[in-house]
C-alpha cells in the first residue's frame, strides 16, 4: 500500500503524463483544449475523468441543483443519442439517475475501462488510449451541438 503521499505524487505524475499526451491533440475547432478540464463552457455540464485502482471512467455528467433543469439537459442528450454513440463509436451506458461523489443526483452518460489501476505504471498507457480518443471523439460531437445545448440553458 502506499502512504498518502505517494498516493498524491502518484495521482500528479499520472495527470501530467496524461495532459502532455492529450495536449498534442487539438480541439475540432484547430484550437489547443485543456483536455483534463473539457470547457463545454455550460455550468450544468462536466467531462469527468476518472482513474483508480480498478477502472478508468470517462463520463458526461449533468448536474444542476434544479431537476427540472438537469432533465431539460438529459432530454437533450437522449434526442442526439444516436449522434453521440455513432461518434463515440461505443455506446455508452446512460444513467437518468446517479450519485456523484458528493452524494448529490446527476445524470450520467459514461463509458468505463475495467481492470486497470492508476497506481501501476504498466496500466497508464491503456488508460490514456482509453481516454484520449474519447476526448477526441466527444469534442467532435459538442463542438457541432454546444449551440444546441448551451442555447438550451439561456
Known sequence: MFSKEERKALNAAFWTRFKEKAGVNKGANGKRIN????PTRVKQIYIRLHADTKIARFSIDLQDK???????V?????ELKKVLEEEMIVPGVWEELAYNAAGQP??????TLDQVNIYKKEDHQ?????F???????????ST??????????
Open 74 to 78: 438529459w432530454e437533450q442528450f437522449e
Open 126 to 130: 491503456k488508460i490514456y488510449d482509453f
Open 66 to 72: 434544479d431537476e427540472g433543469v438537469r432533465m431539460l
Open 145 to 154: 451541438y454546444d449551440d444546441i445545448l448551451i442555447g438550451l440553458l439561456k
Open 35 to 38: 483536455w483534463v478540464n473539457y
Open 132 to 142: 484520449i480518443p474519447l476526448l477526441v471523439r466527444f469534442d467532435r460531437f459538442y
Open 106 to 111: 446527476i445524470s450520467r452518460i459514461s463509458w
